[in-house]
């Protein structure tokens, strides 16, 4: 059972993708686990055979405990067990970075009875990104089968599941950031970013394009802060057992408003090295399943550090609380057109009000404020983006 | 004449916000506010509009979507041939 936050310590076994004899790969779905957050589709992180399921679903079972064996390409079943998807969100004993407390959006199953769904469907739904649990089953038992899932193709999917429990997920959200404002000494900078050249570059780049291949202002603003990151190593990675593991990669983390309430802020793997268009379908798309309840474990526990915009609520700033055990968070507030001094005259600029809460522990105001510079000097020479 | 481009509007919102009661919605209210809609969500409704009603709707004519009165004329607008 892999650790899918800093502060789970169980997790309930839903439903197997994978049966014994059936052969995984490094990153295939293999199973969906029900955390008090919410359910959480896990990944496998190696290559081989599940030769053996340990846990039976409806069973709640500690974290660390092997849920299966899988065996290398053409080797008889090894003794230890191979845990599945152990490797990111880590067995406790590995001081790997575990999750910021965040809750999942709403679950992937109902709960009780879990819905049966053919291999089939569930592979052609989830190509086409279609939410199983609101899906008739025609085939035996009510099971969903790839005709169901087909004739549902034109109905986009839920946006969110009924059965989320809004005040379990208040608690997590409260629970971390109690641990954060008690654990963290946060340092707060702010600047204000003239956005003109930035909304010019998307103007341009967006002129003549479908609006299924438009780049929003966001994606850009995700862009920039990993590709400043790169300079800024104190900002991205974990505080654990007392000190400070810079990240290599840059995972930034997009908190994600849910309907009705609660967020999450899954992480966008290998920001830095996505183009903008790449990125732009990677934040569609994570949005859409933050939505829908289709995370990832490793999505949920790999954040390297988390950006959030409150510009769509009209707010012209937004300072975060950091998400343990990250140490930073970077907010934007809402673009806006103002007053600005160029050259010694007064124009009329869209500008941005851009915010850095980190942690004192591991860095100082001069490198944050190093840091805040660069997103704004990337900013003015967006086609380097 | 325009029931069609209403009742598409309708469907798709209610696509992104399932709880959206747009049959009860003020029509001339702001659309972003009264469905809570984001800019995700409202880039979205544009490409679901542009793929349901084949209308081309420029980056530059968002702000016209702004309220379903709006956004039902522009997009009739939009629609007659030349």
């Known amino acids: ?385 | 004449m325009n029931d069609d481009i209403r009742k598409t509007l309708a469907e798709e919102i209610v696509n992104i916000a399932p709880e959206a009661d747009v049959a009860g919605a003020d029509p001339d209210a702001d659309l972003r506010e009264s469905f809570d809609l984001d800019s995700m969500d409202f880039l979205n409704l544009i490409i679901a509009l542009h793929k349901r009603l084949g209308i081309d709707i420029p980056e530059a004519d968002y702000a016209r979507i702004s309220s379903l009165n709006a956004a039902v004329t522009y997009l009739a607008q939009r629609r007659k041939p030349g």
Do not use: C
């Not at chain 1, 079943?77 to 809750?103: C, G, H, M, N, S």
């Not at chain 1, 899906?135 to 009510?142: A, D, I, Q, R």
């Open chain 1, 1 to 385: 059972m892999p650790s899918l936050g800093a502060d789970m310590e169980a997790g309930t076994l839903v439903e197997w993708l994978k049966k014994p004899g059936d052969a995984v790969h490094r990153g295939d779905i293999i199973a969906v686990v029900e955390t008090q957050k919410g359910a959480i589709e896990i990944e496998v992180f190696e290559t081989g055979v599940v030769s053996e399921i340990l846990v039976q679903p409806g069973t709640k079972v500690p974290v660390g405990q092997p849920l299966a064996q899988i065996s290398a390409p053409g080797e008889a079943v090894k003794p230890p067990p191979a845990a599945v998807a152990p490797a990111r969100p880590a067995i406790p004993e590995k001081p790997r970075a575990p999750a910021p407390p965040l809750p999942l959006s709403a679950p992937t199953v109902a709960g009780e009875a879990r819905r049966r769904v053919s291999p089939a469907a569930r592979k052609l739904a989830a190509e086409r990104g279609i939410d199983l649990a609101g899906l008739k089953g025609s085939g035996p038992g009510g099971a969903v089968i790839s005709n169901d899932v087909a004739a549902a193709t034109r109905k986009p999917p839920a946006a969110r599941k009924p059965g989320l429990d809004l005040a379990e997920m208040r608690k997590a959200i409260g629970a971390a950031m109690a641990r954060s404002k008690r654990e963290i000494p946060h340092y707060y900078l702010g600047t204000t970013i003239d956005l003109s050249r930035a909304l010019a570059f998307l103007e341009r780049t967006n002129a003549g394009r479908t609006p299924d291949r438009r780049i929003m202002i966001g994606a850009v603003l995700i862009k920039t802060v990993a590709l400043a990151l790169r300079r800024a190593p104190t900002f991205n990675g974990f505080f654990q057992n007392g000190s400070f593991a810079p990240s290599k990669a840059i995972h930034v983390g997009v908190a994600v408003a849910l309907r009705g309430g609660g967020l999450v802020a899954p992480a966008i793997h290998d920001t830095d090295s996505l183009s903008l268009d790449d990125l732009m379908a990677a934040t569609r798309d994570l949005v859409e399943r933050s939505r829908s309840g289709r995370l990832r474990g490793s999505e949920m526990t790999d954040p390297t550090i988390t950006l959030t915009s409150l510009g769509e609520r009209g707010v012209d700033s937004v300072v975060g609380v950091i998400f343990p055990p990250q140490v930073a968070i970077v907010g934007f507030g809402r673009p806006a057109l103002r007053p600005w001094v160029v050259e010694g005259r007064v124009e009329p600029r869209q500008v941005l009000q851009a915010s850095l809460a980190a942690d004192h522990r591991v860095s100082d105001g001069h490198a944050g404020a190093l840091f805040l510079a660069d997103i704004d000097r990337m900013l003015q020479e967006p086609d380097k983006l």
